[in-house]
């Protein structure tokens, strides 16, 4: 047993007197919240790293997915083509906007939206599609634009995954009409919690500021129904500090993913998912295959790592589809790749300041299984 507790993910920060430093001007100002400089510094500075138009800050990625959806206004009841296999998130944000989400099943060798059945499910009630960049690997963009151009659809992209990954030297957030990402304290880049939504018309930007602020544009003046969904300054402070350091970030990140797979070449049974050659790494996950040949299969797996205190993740089970609150309530679809791959992903500890000696260590457990 592993005295030490190893996690998933462990949140990446500057150091404790940089953010103490960067924090002292809030005790003059009193401005903590409600878009002060901080707040539209980090818009800014994020907008150039994400090579993006257009960029509107969000208390967390959740909620720019539900913004996002919102300011297209589609009429209660369409239809949303998207995958089951993602975070609970993408799904309940599709739904929480009075919409019907329509799974579509994902590629075995990437985990994305399979942009090939994606035709077949559109209807007369489809307003949109939204796919998901899986572990930075980055849907067909080309593809699916020609379709959502064809029938005249929104895609508006969830890359919760993707920060700071670029396509040809674009970032992936300029692609589609919207693309959504989340800054939470699990992910590659933070701000302890928060999130954004990138676009390319500015109009969405006054949508956008309407909805997460109330719909207030003046003392005396609401112009629509919102939502308090603003980022506050010390989470922006945190943000600003984590970018001057993404970049080393992401390199230590892919030494720790060297030294995986060096340690788990030719394993029988483990395969290193490493979806597709589009786009730039950004190194945030780290998931393998565990088939049926591994003794006890991916849960037996998970388990004997729990038990020597490393705690890995089953990213994602159950399908979003399959939950408890979601099954057979939509259309009947399909899904068989997302489901095998739901039932094999393993997402291994990545962060980093991982040491070694502890992917060694995992390493160690995983071979120990034949």
């Known amino acids: 047993m592993n005295e030490e507790k190893i996690y998933v993910t462990r949140s990446s920060m500057p150091s404790y007197e940089e953010y103490i430093e960067a924090i002292k001007p809030l005790w003059d100002s009193h401005w903590l919240t409600n878009m002060g400089q901080y707040h539209h510094r980090l818009e800014e500075e994020l907008r150039d790293y994400l090579k993006v138009p257009e960029l509107s800050l969000m208390v967390n990625g959740h909620m720019a997915l539900e913004m996002a959806i919102q300011a297209f206004g589609f009429p209660r009841g369409s239809e949303v083509i998207t995958t089951p ?3 609970i998130s993408t799904t309940h944000a599709i739904v929480r906007n009075g919409l019907q989400p329509v799974f579509c099943d ?26 998901v960049h899986v572990y930075g690997h980055v849907c067909n963009v080309n593809t699916i634009q020609k379709i959502a151009d064809k029938y005249n659809l929104k895609v508006i992209y969830d890359a919760a995954h ?10 992936i957030g300029s692609f589609g009409d919207a693309s959504i990402f989340s800054f939470h304290a699990t992910k590659v880049y933070n701000t302890i919690e928060g999130g954004a939504v990138t676009f390319k018309e500015h109009s969405i930007y006054e949508k956008l500021y309407n909805l997460k602020n109330f719909g207030i544009r ?6 629509e129904v919102g939502a308090n969904t603003k980022m506050n300054e010390f989470c922006a402070i945190m943000g600003l500090c984590n970018l001057r350091k993404i970049e080393s970030s992401m390199k230590s ?10 340690l788990l070449k030719e394993i029988d049974g483990i395969c290193i998912f490493d979806g597709n050659s589009t786009g730039t790494k950004n190194y945030s996950y780290f998931p393998i295959l565990v088939t049926d040949t591994y003794p006890g299969g991916r849960n ?5 790592l729990k038990d020597h205190g490393i705690f890995s993740r089953k990213y994602f089970y159950p399908v979003t589809s399959d939950q408890a609150c979601f099954k057979n309530k939509y259309k009947n679809i399909d899904i068989s790749n997302a489901r095998k791959l739901s039932e094999q992903v393993l997402v291994l500890p990545l962060y980093e300041e991982l040491s070694g000696e502890q992917v060694e260590f995992i390493c160690s457990i995983i071979k120990g299984g034949r």
């Open 85 to 87: 296999f993602t975070f």
């Open 106 to 131: 994902v590629k075995i060798e990437d985990g994305t939206i399979d942009e090939n059945k994606i035709e077949d499910l559109i209807s007369e009630k489809t307003v949109a599609i939204i796919p």
């Open 162 to 171: 993707a920060f700071g990954v670029d396509v040809d030297g674009k970032g």
């Open 218 to 223: 003046g003392e005396e003046l609401v112009t």
């Open 253 to 262: 990140r892919e030494m720790v993913i060297d030294k995986y797979r060096g």
């Open 300 to 304: 037996g797996l998970y388990n004997r």
